[in-house]
């Protein structure tokens, strides 16, 4: 067996594993199928065994394939880690910051600025998507540090809670409920929803919040954005749950949000890194800026 073997190779294989299809790990990787499938041939004639058992509908690793996974990864991990230690001091400080899309047009801005004014040197690198993707961008080194709600199931991922932030009822104007003195999840049952797809862990907060209310309330239409959402509720489509961060930064007169009485709905707000990673001083600087605002932050977002 020549000794060829190469990160090229090695990162094609890890992600083919990970996806267990040809064309998912072409497009991942920018590449075309057919591209894709020599190189993985190519990795199994240098090693002289398949890596990969071929059926109709994926690929399953053979145990050759299991065992150079687990090598892959490391290998991968320390020259990513490597080059991560090498060139920080040569470079001008950079954290990729995700966010999910109910967290990130509401509290970044001023987190950003905040830092921004203490590090001047370090840029940060934002991306929003749902908590399901930032799990699997964090896990996969993509992005350092994500901000998000709990609760989170993830392996191999540490939390860190922020701050608790209640969830206001959201009303068009005039609404009966508007003027009601006392407001609870049973006030709300008989009043149709308008709520973020379900891929937004917001939904799951509300939801939860319901099941132990014992209600459920109808949801006649869904979307994929918060401002959307306020919208549509403005337009008299119906009620809405919203995060208190979005409501401080609302200035429509057409729409109005109470405070449920009682046991009140909440997020928590966290933010999660991967400790197997090389964490840089950049990064270790935004998450010591968050620890330290903790108090500010939680007085920018009330709890309940």
Same mark, same amino acid.
């Given at each position: 067996?020549?000794?060829?073997?190469?990160?090229?190779?090695?990162? +094609?294989?890890?992600?083919?594993?990970?996806?267990?299809?040809?064309?998912?790990?072409?497009?991942?990787?920018?590449?075309?199928?057919?591209?894709?499938?020599?190189?993985?041939?190519?990795?199994?004639?240098?090693?002289? +065994?398949? !890596?990969?058992?071929?059926?109709?509908?994926?690929?399953?690793?053979?145990?050759?394939?299991?065992?150079?996974?687990?090598?892959?990864?490391?290998?991968?991990?320390?020259?990513?880690?490597?080059?991560?230690?090498?060139?920080?001091?040569?470079?001008?400080?950079?954290?990729?910051?995700?966010?999910?899309?109910?967290?990130?047009?509401?509290?970044?801005?001023?987190?950003?600025?905040?830092?921004?004014?203490?590090?001047?040197?370090?840029?940060?690198?934002?991306?929003?998507?749902?908590?399901?993707?930032?799990?699997?961008?964090?896990?996969?080194?993509?992005?350092?540090?994500?901000?998000?709600?709990? &609760?989170?199931?993830?392996?191999?991922?540490?939390?860190?809670?922020?701050?608790?932030?209640?969830?206001?009822?959201?009303? &068009?104007?005039?609404?009966?409920?508007?003027?009601?003195?006392?407001?609870?999840?049973?006030?709300?049952?008989?009043?149709?929803?308008?709520?973020?797809?379900?891929?937004?862990? !917001?939904?799951?907060?509300?939801?939860?919040?319901?099941?132990?209310?014992?209600?459920?309330?109808?949801?006649?239409?869904?979307?994929?954005?918060?401002?959307?959402? +306020?919208?549509?509720?403005?337009?008299?489509?119906?009620?809405?749950?919203?995060?208190?961060?979005?409501?401080?930064?609302?200035?429509?007169?057409?729409?109005?949000?109470?405070?449920?009485?009682?046991?009140?709905?909440?997020?928590?707000?966290?933010?999660?890194?991967?400790?197997?990673?090389?964490?840089?001083?950049?990064?270790?600087?935004?998450?010591?800026?968050?620890?330290?605002?903790?108090?500010?932050?939680?007085?920018?977002?009330? +709890?309940?």
């Amino acid at each position: 067996m020549r000794n060829e073997l190469n990160l090229h190779l090695l990162v +094609q294989f890890v992600v083919l594993a990970r996806t267990k299809n040809f064309t998912r790990a072409a497009e991942e990787l920018h590449l075309s199928q057919s591209a894709l499938s020599r190189a993985i041939q190519k990795l199994e004639d240098q090693l002289g +065994q398949p !890596l990969f058992e071929r059926k109709p509908r994926e690929i399953l690793l053979t145990d050759l394939g299991g065992l150079l996974l687990d090598r892959a990864k490391q290998i991968i991990k320390l020259m990513e880690d490597t080059f991560s230690e090498l060139s920080e001091a040569g470079r001008r400080g950079r954290v990729r910051l995700g966010a999910i899309p109910t967290i990130a047009p509401f509290f970044l801005p001023s987190l950003l600025s905040s830092f921004a004014k203490k590090y001047p040197d370090i840029s940060i690198i934002v991306q929003e998507d749902t908590t399901d993707m930032l799990i699997k961008r964090c896990t996969h080194g993509e992005i350092d540090l994500a901000i998000l709600a709990l &609760p989170v199931s993830a392996k191999h991922l540490e939390f860190e809670p922020l701050f608790d932030e209640e969830l206001l009822l959201l009303l &068009p104007l005039g609404h009966p409920l508007e003027s009601q003195k006392n407001i609870t999840a049973e006030s709300v049952d008989d009043y149709p929803f308008v709520m973020l797809n379900e891929a937004h862990c !917001l939904s799951e907060n509300i939801a939860s919040f319901c099941r132990k209310q014992s209600v459920q309330p109808v949801t006649i239409e869904r979307t994929s954005q918060l401002a959307t959402v +306020q919208e549509l509720v403005s337009l008299n489509h119906g009620v809405s749950i919203i995060p208190e961060m979005a409501r401080k930064i609302d200035n429509s007169v057409q729409r109005t949000y109470r405070s449920f009485s009682g046991e009140k709905p909440s997020r928590t707000v966290a933010m999660m890194w991967n400790p197997g990673r090389f964490q840089c001083k950049s990064l270790q600087s935004l998450m010591q800026h968050l620890r330290i605002q903790k108090e500010d932050l939680k007085r920018a977002a009330p +709890q309940p």
